[in-house]
């Protein structure tokens, strides 16, 4: 297969920690442009993972016709813009999650994709990962019975990033944990079941980063804080889900005054039930010959987000709507405006 030539547009943290890696193992990507608008973080990514050229402008990539795709790694804010500007250049998008900070949006996005006949895939790295790939099948197959509900939690102990900066910003970010983390316990849960919503009830809190000056941490991942800066966003959210399937209910927290950080999701069956260790392995739960059986599969675990770039180069050159092409994620991006809005309304929210 020939090489996909590609740009990088954003050099930060999900670009060095994830994408760059998995495509040092690709043989057949070759990043073209390192394109960042702080000079040094392109040229870091020529010079280790050999980028033709490091450039800030990332309009140039989009004028060179040998560049097929681009990979939109940077904040939530700037999803929408550049991923439209790329799809009207002709190329192909991958664009990391979530697809932008709204539903109307992500469906502008769907539409452009469509229009110009380009692929656009989003971030959505756990459709990929061999344990949600595994649950699905146990679901297909009828292991877990009735899947009647799924709970998840995604909390953590005064842990939010980058306190004062863009991850809490709304204007920059559009949400806080929900939008950081919860996109992703939501999106696998929807993947999973390929529930549609119906309602919704939730809130959201902003409570421990209001006071940033006063805000007590260890660690602070995307630090320091920015004493001057903003936050308004959730810190924490929590709700109801009813879906066409499983009902689903769901805590989440960036900060919370407990210890204790739980990042797993149960799925609740009639004859069997799963924990998944988010991220990581799952526990299945049944009942065989009258006796109550626990099974904790053994299997390796290959690099989800190598396997999710090099699907979308393959996707490329075959035409394929894979698992995460963005019409097949949409509903992710609907939930999240419904969890807002039942929050800001103080309501249940019906789907339309």
């Known amino acids: 297969m020939e090489k996909l030539k590609i740009a990088i547009i954003g050099c930060g943290k999900i670009a060095n920690n994830a994408h760059l890696p998995a495509f040092s193992k690709l043989q057949n990507v070759n990043i073209k442009y390192a394109v960042d608008l702080i000079e040094a973080r392109a040229k870091a990514v020529q010079e280790q993972y050999g980028a033709e050229k490091a450039i800030t402008d990332y309009k140039i990539a989009l004028q060179d016709k040998d560049v097929e795709a681009v990979y939109v790694l940077t904040p939530n804010f700037s ?23 709204n539903y109307a949006l992500s469906c502008e996005m769907a539409e452009e994709a469509k229009k110009q006949n380009k692929i656009l895939n989003i971030g959505v790295c756990n459709r990929y990962h061999k344990s949600v790939e595994m649950i699905r099948d146990y679901v297909e197959q009828g292991k877990l019975g009735d899947l009647y509900h ?17 991850f809490t910003s709304k204007e920059k970010s559009g949400g806080g944990v929900l939008i950081d983390w919860g996109i992703h316990f939501m999106d696998l849960i929807l993947y999973i079941t390929g529930a549609k919503i119906s309602t919704v009830s939730a809130n959201t809190y902003n409570k421990l980063g209001r006071d940033i000056p006063g805000y007590v941490f260890k660690n602070m991942w995307a630090g320091p804080p920015v004493l001057d800066g903003v936050c308004d966003v959730e810190d924490m959210v929590t709700g109801f889900i009813r ?23 149960d799925f609740m069956g009639d004859k069997g039930g799963i924990r998944l260790m988010y991220g990581k392995d799952f526990t299945f739960y049944t009942v065989e010959h009258g006796s109550l059986e626990t099974v904790k599969p053994d299997y390796d675990i290959p690099d989800m987000y190598e396997r999710e770039d090099e699907r979308f180069a393959v996707a490329i050159r075959q035409g394929l709507k894979t698992r995460s092409h963005i019409d097949r994620v949409l509903e992710s991006a609907r939930l999240l405006d419904m969890i807002y809005e039942s929050s800001e309304k103080h309501a249940e929210i019906k789907a339309v």
């Not at 929408?80 to 932008?100: N, Q, S, W």
């Not at 799924?150 to 863009?166: E, H, Q, T, V």
Request: with cysteine.
């Open 243 to 265: 879906t066409d399937k499983a009902s689903i209910s769901f805590n989440g927290a960036w900060a919370q005054n407990i210890n204790q950080n739980e990042m797993f999701i």
């Open 150 to 166: 799924i709970y998840c939690s995604f909390r953590s102990y005064r842990n939010i990033p980058g306190l004062g900066g863009a």
């Open 79 to 101: 999803h929408y813009t550049i991923t439209m500007d790329a799809l009207r250049a002709g190329k192909h998008v991958f664009c990391e999650k979530p697809i932008t900070v």
